[in-house]
T-cell receptor, first 115, second 111 residues
């Protein structure tokens, strides 16, 4: 079955540490997205990528970095510059050929906490 | 700019109906609706396009009023499985292909 796999499900970060969240999809989608969700709030866009080797900042990119070396993979690094990283992180993908007319498919998320 | 959802929360008895609204200050190209269970990933429900179309899936339907820049989600004869948080996501002019989500409406269906 096609889908999006995020790992790990739970992650703990120490002060001053960078951590990387994995996102892999086998839906053959061109576009991939990273969202942050805080308790009781909606989804805020961190970064998105429409094509391999290209990505754009979303609304809250500060303290985060991404890469898109393969179509299937879009890892997110939470750097030490992100002072409040505790949140639920969701990765999504879609076929952008239809612009805003295609649904986004989400992974099961990674819950990041500070030690 | 984030679309505004209302109400923020609603509690129903099984079999009752509910309406969730989503409004934007920008001209909209499309509106997406998703449902998220606690601690899980959002699940796609439907997309509505410009043209005021109405779509439905079983007892959940939605409308899109392009002129008013609003969409409404209708849940008819609610089931226990409808409980969760409902998000609208909008694509608007100048959104650069980004989906902007509302803050969500928490729906609780009681037996």
């Amino acid at each position: 079955d096609g889908g999006i796999t995020q790992s790990p499900k739970y992650l703990f970060r120490k002060e001053g540490q960078n951590v990387t969240l994995s996102c892999e999809q086998n839906l053959n989608h061109d576009a991939m997205y990273w969202y942050r969700q805080d308790p009781g709030q909606g989804l805020r866009l961190i970064y998105y990528s429409q094509i391999v080797n290209d990505f754009q900042k979303g609304d809250i990119a500060e303290g985060y970095s991404v890469s898109r070396e393969k179509k299937e993979s879009f890892p997110l690094t939470v750097t030490s510059a992100q002072k409040n990283p505790t949140a639920f992180y969701l990765c999504a993908s879609s076929n952008p050929r239809g612009g805003g007319y295609q649904p986004q498919h989400f992974g099961d998320g990674t819950r990041l906490s500070i030690l | 700019q984030q679309p505004v959802q209302s109400p923020q929360a609603v509690i129903l008895r099984e079999g009752e109906d509910a309406v969730i609204n989503c409004s934007s200050s920008k001209a909209l190209y499309s509106v997406h609706w998703y449902r998220q269970k606690h601690g899980e990933a959002p699940v796609f429900l439907m997309i509505l396009l410009k043209g005021g179309e109405q779509k439905g899936h079983e007892k959940i339907s939605a409308s899109f009023n392009e002129k008013k820049q609003q969409s409404s989600l209708y849940l008819t004869a609610s089931q226990l499985s409808y409980s969760g948080t409902y998000f609208c996501g909008t694509f608007s002019s100048g959104s650069a292909r980004q989906l902007t989500f509302g803050s969500g409406t928490q729906l609780t269906v009681l037996p």
